[in-house]
């Protein structure tokens, strides 16, 4: 009955989307717009007048679509499937799941002004690009080739009627890349969460596609406005019209400085060193939607009214969510220099291994939140989560002496919770747990980036004590760090504490630590010093009973875990061939997806 209607649903999802992309094919070509003047004419209503069809057509399918897809969802919540691992799927399904991972991991292009490019990233582009080109050429070819054959009046010459219909359809192509800005920035997002695409992969699309939003924005109202000024004896009276009724051209100036505004606070080079000022004016995408609509009118909104009401959604219950403070229960700075923060959370929160949380601290900055891997498992049992900071900015070194000024010595409290106030969004993260499919995991890490990891092996200890079966056995931890001390940030992590029978069991943990810049007189750069293990995993007495003078390798096995810690060896050189081999020699499908969220 459950897979019934799954496929009921799973077929009801992909109509919709079949529908709603037909509606955008049709847009510019005369078939659509007769069926258009039809529809119109049989849904008109005095609630929506002349905008039923723009309701129905573009923005109630998304609706729809939002709500099938949370049903869905909880399909799968109430009668979860197994995740299987790739070696026992059919050899179709094998070749297929093959081709999806390879479509969403593997570099395609590198060293591009879009950054990395996989094959999924270029086929969104080719998508919307040509979807854009459809909906700006359909019409404007031939409205153009008709310029060409029509007699100009006097004092008209046939280039400024062209311009007036490159603005026309500029604008009219504009409504498409306004209809798709802001699916990938709602964070909880059902949609996201199908598509299994967390937050902070898919926000890379938003940034990709405000950019040629912007980019049309401004050259529709270039050309039109040369176009009115040229076509209005050169007076730029026109610009600045506001009409009763019609089009009104002042409301789309101020709809594009707005944009303007917006587009420039929002470049990386403002955007990092200004991140108040970024914020702020990134709500001026309000002025830009409500003048758009004063401008050609509200049927206008009805196009891209979908993917905003349900940003707007999400941003609400963002705000419910983070309108109370949240209690630090403990503050820790390790001898590395992280920060492990542990905040209380409800019995019933459920995240994954690879989640995130935002914070905000006010007294740091009221508008700056910052994601932050966890490195907790909700398996666990503990109404509690941790993660863990690594003061490096400006923002991390802040909330580090903001912490410090908190100490309950150095308080009235004197006790705990801690009085630093902060605000917490999410956790946030994929909707499936995909490493759990693999037999064999190779992490590489580097620094900080090991607190995803971390949650990880939290996980599958939480997992194989609970006795889930078909789960990874075998996971091998490269990490890389610049001194002895940055060791430290796995302290927290003890085996047998969170699986008591860990040693009896098939878990098999290997991690290889590189210290990079301490050789074993603590000078030599570029090698791996030795690190002697004879206690669990986790113990601080492993983390700094390191070798006495000169880089050594050592190889301890507790219980079935191995810590082998390479020395005397180029971290840069082999790295990436040794998980390489390794991943050969064990059968390892590596994960590129796996990389962490740095603060």
């Not at 503990?382 to 991390?396: E, Q, V």
């Amino acid at each position: 009955m459950a897979f019934v209607a799954k496929t009921a649903v799973l077929l009801l999802l992909w109509g919709l989307l079949l529908f709603w992309t037909i509606e955008w094919l049709i847009f510019p070509t005369e078939p659509g717009m007769e069926y258009k003047a039809g529809a119109i004419k049989d849904t008109r209503s005095d609630f929506l007048d002349l905008n039923g069809p723009y309701y129905l057509m573009y923005t109630l399918p998304v609706f729809l679509f939002a709500i099938l897809t949370l049903v869905y969802l909880e399909l799968l919540r109430k009668y979860p499937e197994r995740e299987q691992r790739t070696s026992e799927l059919p050899k179709w399904s094998r070749f297929w799941a093959k081709i999806s991972n390879a479509m969403w991991t593997q570099p395609i292009l590198v060293g591009t002004p879009m950054g990395i490019l996989t094959a999924a990233d270029l086929a969104l582009i080719a998508v919307v690009g040509f979807g854009f080109l459809w909906l700006f050429c359909n019409q404007l070819l031939p409205a153009l080739d008709l310029v060409d054959h029509t007699q100009m009046r006097p004092g008209r010459e046939r280039w400024m009627i062209k311009v007036g219909r490159v603005g026309t359809w500029t604008g009219r192509a504009w409504y498409l890349p306004m209809a798709l800005l802001f699916f990938p920035i709602s964070r909880a997002s059902p949609i996201l969460r199908l598509l299994n695409m967390p937050f902070e992969h898919a926000v890379r699309y938003h940034r990709w596609i405000g950019h040629l939003s912007l980019w049309v924005l401004l050259t529709h109202s270039i050309t039109f406005s040369l176009h009115i000024y040229y076509t209005g004896g050169q007076v730029a009276d026109g610009i600045f019209k506001w009409p009763r009724f019609g089009v009104s051209n002042l409301a789309g100036v101020i709809s594009m400085i707005a944009g303007i505004v917006l587009w420039v606070t929002s470049l990386e080079v403002v955007r990092k060193r200004f991140f108040d000022v970024f914020y702020v004016t990134h709500h001026m995408y309000l002025l830009v939607f409500a003048f758009a609509a004063w401008h050609v009118g509200e049927f206008a909104t009805y196009y891209f009214l979908g993917c905003v009401m349900l940003y707007f959604i999400d941003r609400f219950l963002r705000m419910i969510q983070s309108r109370d403070a949240v209690s630090v229960l403990s503050a820790q700075v390790l001898p590395s220099g992280v920060v492990r923060l542990r905040f209380p959370k409800s019995p019933s929160l459920s995240y994954k291994a690879l989640g995130m949380i935002y914070i905000n601290v006010p007294s740091v900055s009221r508008f700056e939140w910052h994601p932050f891997s966890t490195t907790s498992s909700s398996l666990e049992n503990s109404n509690d989560m941790s993660i863990c900071i690594k003061p490096l900015g400006g923002w991390t070194r802040s909330l580090l002496d903001s912490l410090n000024e908190s100490e309950p010595s150095k308080n009235k409290s004197g006790g705990c919770p801690l009085p630093l106030k902060l605000f917490a969004e999410g956790p946030y993260g994929p909707e499936r747990d995909y490493f759990l499919r693999y037999k064999t995991l190779v992490l590489v890490a580097g620094g900080v980036g090991i607190t995803p990891y971390m949650a990880i092996i939290r996980d599958l200890l939480c997992r194989y004590r609970m006795g889930q079966e078909g789960i990874p056995e075998n996971v091998e931890l490269i990490w890389c760090v610049p001194k002895r001390a940055d060791l430290a940030t796995l302290m927290d992590v003890s085996p047998a504490q969170i699986f008591p029978d860990f040693a009896g069991s098939k878990l098999n943990i290997v991690i290889r630590a590189f210290v990079t810049r301490e050789g074993g007189d603590g000078k030599d750069e570029g090698k791996a010093a030795g690190l002697a293990v004879g206690v669990p995993v986790g113990s601080e007495e492993v983390l700094f009973k390191a070798a006495d003078q000169q880089p050594r390798r050592e190889v301890a096995h507790i219980g079935q875990s191995n810590v082998w810690v390479a020395g005397d060896r180029r971290c840069d050189h082999g790295l990436h061939s040794r998980a390489r081999r390794s991943a050969q020699r064990r059968g390892t499908a590596q994960q590129p997806q796996l990389g962490p969220v740095l603060p």
